[in-house]
């Protein structure tokens, strides 16, 4: 299976982007759909976006929707998070996470079961 290294996250203000990346080594990424989810603190682990194996599907948390894209790019092993127009309640850690063989149906925590060490996205006013 897969292991997962995210990377990117930062302070940064209202407003701005930020792209995460999130590494993956091991066999077979292509075989895996993968999301995005975030924490923030106090709270449970949230939805943000899910891709398809293949890269022709996507799906947003209707928070993210229009702001945030999520691709991946299989002969690097890598799924990005591209965050625009970053809001103060954008604040969280961003987990990266892979289903095998899971599709863009797969939008709670109980479907993934690899995940990475998460990264912080802190977004001022």
């Known amino acids: 299976q897969v292991q997962l290294v995210e990377s990117g996250g930062g302070l940064v203000q209202a407003g701005d982007s930020l792209r995460l990346s999130c590494a993956a080594s091991?066999?077979?990424?292509?075989?895996?759909?993968m999301a995005w989810f975030r924490q923030a603190p106090g709270k449970e682990r949230e939805f943000v976006a899910v891709?398809?194996?293949?890269?022709?599907?996507?799906y947003y948390a209707d928070s993210v929707k229009g702001r945030f894209t999520i691709s991946r790019d299989n002969a690097k092993n890598t799924v990005y998070l591209q965050m625009d127009s970053l809001k103060p309640e954008d604040t969280a850690v961003y987990y990266c996470?892979?289903?095998?063989?899971?599709?863009?149906?797969?939008?709670?925590?109980?479907?993934?079961?690899?995940w990475g060490q998460g990264t912080q996205v802190t977004v001022s006013s």
């Open positions: 996470a892979a289903a095998l063989y899971g599709s863009t149906s797969s939008r709670d925590t109980k479907s993934f079961n690899i």
């Open positions: 891709i398809s194996r293949s890269d022709i599907m996507a």
């Open positions: 091991g066999r077979a990424f292509s075989a895996y759909a």
